[in-house]
Every structure is written in C-alpha cells, then in structure tokens.
C-alpha cells in the first residue's frame, strides 16, 4: 500500500474487518500489516506446540552392576541397557564396590569393558569408566 497516515490505515483495516499489526516500530517510518491478529496468534501457537511434539529429550537412564555378577544377571542388565540406548537415551553405566572389592578394581573395570562391548553395536562411549569414591561410572550415548 505504501506509506500512509495512521488514520488512512486503521480505516482501510476496520473496512476488511482486520487489525493493524505494528511489525516493525523501531523503522523509519514504522511498519504495520493488515492481519487477523488472532487468527495468527493462533496459528503460531499451533505450529509451536507442534513442534513441541515433534522433537525427542534424550534421558540419561542408569544401570548399575557389581562386580562378582553372573552372565544371566550381566546379560538382563545389558539387554535393559540396549533399549535404553534403542530409544535414544542416554545410559550411565555404575559399578558399585562394596568392602574390600575396592581393592580389585580391575574387576569392576573389565566388567564395564564388557558392557562397553556388549553395546558397541547401538552406543559410543561419551565418558570413560572413571572411579569415583566407591562407585565407578561410565557413560554410554546412542550412535
């Protein structure tokens, strides 16, 4: 339309049955639209929440092992932690020690080695196996 006095476009807005819509006020001179106003805001609302639904938070999810554990044990662990891994979360792997397993923490760490090789195939490892008081911890993300 052009540039116009205020007047001329609140005139030419009510006429259609629209609102004028100040887009630009910090412009020289200020630019406005003729729109419907709800009809827009509706519409952002909308493409917002679909948004919203479209996109995935990545959760971390724990699995924690001991180090004396048992293949059926290691196995059903394991198996939790490749769905976890499937469903694109995150999974933090915990070894817990406990007395004088402390010790021999090499037995702990071959056991997340193993997990960590178990899970090659859906994961990466993002943190290494790192002792942290009696708990060893590692993180696994999906590739």
């Known amino acids: ?13 009510e006429e259609r049955g ?10 020289r001179p200020p630019v406005v639209k ?4 709800g009809k827009f805001k509706f519409e952002e609302a909308k493409a917002a929440k679909a948004a919203k639904k479209k ?5 971390l999810k724990e699995v924690k092992f001991r180090p004396g554990i048992d293949d059926h044990d290691f196995d059903f662990k ?4 490749r769905e976890f891994l499937v469903e694109g979360n995150k999974v933090k792997v915990t070894m817990m020690f ?3 397993q402390l010790a021999h923490v090499e037995i ?7 997990v960590a090789e178990v899970l090659e195939d859906v994961g990466k490892i993002e943190a290494y196996p790192k002792l942290e008081g009696r708990n060893m911890t590692m993180v696994i993300g999906p590739k």
């Open 1 to 13: 339309m052009g540039v116009l006095p205020i007047e001329e476009a609140l005139a030419a807005a």
């Open 18 to 27: 629209l609102d004028l819509v100040e887009v630009a006020p910090t412009a």
């Open 34 to 37: 003729i729109m419907d106003y």
């Open 55 to 59: 996109q995935h938070v990545i959760h």
């Open 78 to 81: 394991t198996r939790h932690a």
């Open 98 to 100: 406990r007395g004088r």
């Open 108 to 114: 702990g760490r071959a056991v997340l080695d193993r």
